[in-house]
Nanobody, 116 residues
Framework: QVQLAEFGGGSVQTGGSLTLSCAAS????????MGWFRQAPGKEREFVAG????????DYADSVKGRFTISRDDANNTVFLQMNSLKPEDTAVYYC?????????WGQGTQVTVSS
């Protein structure tokens, strides 16, 4: 299975921006549909954004539409999540997810904290 590692989390103020990266290893990323999920303290993990195998289709949770952008660079085995206009309610651990023919993989997560 593909292995995933997230980078780029941190602390920002309301209205700030962050870009998360998800680096894949062991398998080429081009064979996987990719997604970002997040989990806030005391809440269930929720879908944030997804991108199809060829990058031709994207999907977003209503709460992040217009503020977040998912993209992929298969040549460098990396998926990105550009997050703009961040709000305190975006505070969570963000996880990268890969879905392929034989199952799915998760990264270890990266913390994003947005202060008001």
């Amino acid at each position: 299975q593909v292995q995933l590692a997230e980078f780029g989390g941190g602390s920002v103020q309301t209205g700030g921006s962050l870009t998360l990266s998800c680096a894949a290893s062991r398998r080429p990323l081009r064979n996987y549909a990719m997604g970002w999920f997040r989990q806030a303290p005391g809440k269930e993990r929720e879908f944030v954004a997804g991108i199809s195998v060829n990058g031709g289709s994207t999907d977003y949770a209503d709460s992040v539409k217009g503020r977040f952008t998912i993209s992929r660079d298969d040549a460098n085995n990396t998926v990105f999540l550009q997050m703009n206009s961040l709000k305190p309610e975006d505070t969570a651990v963000y996880y990268c997810n890969a879905v392929g023919t034989y199952g799915q993989s998760w990264g270890q997560g990266t913390q994003v904290t947005v202060s008001s």
